[in-house]
């Protein structure tokens, strides 16, 4: 059975970099009939799209992210990372780390992990 | 971008009922359109794929219709697990965005 876990630092400074990792177990990263992304979710409000990549790197984002949001896979350690530049309070949110098949849409999702924007 | 307008954004409803979220999308998306539960605390959850596919696992009271821009979720017979925020997605084109979510409160 597919299971993702979000990981990183739960404090970020405002101007720094958010930096996260899923770890992918029970199924291959590899495959490359499917998308690895990642959707945030600020405090009470609702859901934003940031961005995936599949197995060979090829990368779509949200437009209103795009100039901050570096989004990488490493397949030795099946692992897919999120870096955000320049984060404000705005940045705050529960982020989860997601998985979806090529034309299809998001099938699984981690349990998500906040990460506060503030000095 | 493709917008997507839910209604209502909050709705109360009893036990037993038969309830329909709507969504609508800026521009057409054929049938690419996909419903998620998500409830307090918790990651969404899968319900609908392709406007009217259930997924695997997902109880025969959701039901989902529509294709280009309008589209429904509908909830028979309504128990107590059921009431949670809904959201539609479209993943017909990127970026991939999602309606602002339909609350189901218990009545």
């Known amino acids: 059975q597919l299971q993702l876990q979000e990981s990183g630092p739960g404090l970020v400074q405002p101007s720094e970099t958010l930096s996260l990792t899923c770890t992918v177990s029970?199924?291959?990263?590899?495959?490359?009939?499917?998308?690895w992304g990642w959707i945030r979710q600020p405090p009470g409000k609702g859901l934003e799209w940031i961005g995936n990549i599949n197995y060979s790197g090829s990368t779509n984002y949200n437009p209103s992210l795009k100039s901050r949001v570096t989004i990488s896979v490493d397949t030795s350690k099946n692992q897919f990372s999120l870096k955000l530049s320049s984060v404000t309070a705005a940045d705050t949110a529960v982020y989860y780390c997601t998985r979806r098949r090529v034309n299809w849409p998001t099938d699984s999702w981690g349990q998500g992990t906040l990460v506060t924007v503030s000095s | 971008d493709i917008q997507m307008t839910q209604s209502p954004s909050s709705l109360s409803a009893s036990v037993g009922d038969r309830v329909t979220i709507t969504c609508r999308a800026s521009?057409?998306?054929?049938?690419?359109l996909a419903w998620f539960q998500q409830k307090p605390g918790k990651a969404p959850k899968s319900l609908i794929y392709?406007?009217?596919s259930l997924q695997s696992g997902v109880p025969s009271k959701f039901s989902g219709s529509g294709s280009g821009t309008d589209f429904t979720l509908t909830i028979s017979s309504l128990q107590p697990e059921d009431f949670a925020t809904y959201y539609c997605q479209q993943y017909q084109s990127y970026p991939l965005t999602f309606g602002q979510g339909t609350r189901l409160e218990i009545k």
């Open positions: 521009h057409g998306i054929n049938i690419y």
């Open positions: 392709a406007a009217s």
């Open positions: 029970g199924g291959s990263i590899s495959r490359n009939d499917y998308c």
